[in-house]
């Protein structure tokens, strides 16, 4: 579990910092009233699901980064679509990098207006549950990854 | 006349990131078609002659990989480069990708660049002014 942790890691400042040009900030503190979040489910030899939670403000900045556009011209349909893209990217590269032999399913990544709480539904201690959380400039970013098997 | 590229994402983002690296790469005039997944790329690639695609894997209606196959099976999309850019780049599917004739693997994420050679090393598009191609260790394969 220690090494997916350090995996699943690297991949955020991967996507982060190649695609956002955002370099995060690890932070042991659980935030609370994230904005934003999108969801994506895989299957192979390894199973779960991750979830990505976005302060606005961290959204925003992804989008204008990604995209080139002023965070005043930021739409909530940019938001949807780069929350759901940085999800299934840092989903693929984590895979890829935990299990580079075997193909895998992905789920269409789903979005979340109002983020469903602090993950009730995978509490965090669990021992097949990774919770990663960030803080940026740009804003805050907190990461779970539930295993199924 | 401008060559064209067909991207194919269901992502508008990532359609419109790798839009605005072609343009800015100084190949000269792209013009670049949109498609939301394989099956709609399959749809314009029967009616626009298409000079490069770049596709994702793991779309709705019908997956890159699929709409490969399909391509292969048509004469006149035998040859056609196909760039694959996908953040699912596990062996299996890139084997899968290069038996299809997928001319390169980038992972995402991806830099600029990677595009940029990819777009270059198809052989389609002429570069405009001199070489100025960024040669980086890039995260991406060759078949």
Redesign the interface.
Known sequence: MKELRQTLMQSIF??FE??FYIFLEPSDVHFLGFDVEANIDFQGALMGSLSLQLSHNMAKHM?SH???VPLDQVTD??VQ??A??AA??I???F??KA??????D?S?PQFYTAPRGPWPYAPDGKPESIRLNFDSDSGRASILLSLSN | MSATALIIDDSRSIREVIRRIIRISGFGPVRCIDAVDGREGLEILSREKVDVVFTGIHMPEMGGLEMLGEMRKQAALQNLPVVVVASDAGLRRMKRAGELGCKKFIRKPFYPEEIKKALADTGQLKEAGQDERVETDVDAVDF
């Open positions: 991967e996507v190649k695609m989008v990604l995209l080139n349909e940019h679509d780069c759901k893209e299934n990217m989903c693929g590269n895979i890829t299990d580079h032999q075997n193909a895998y992905f269409s």
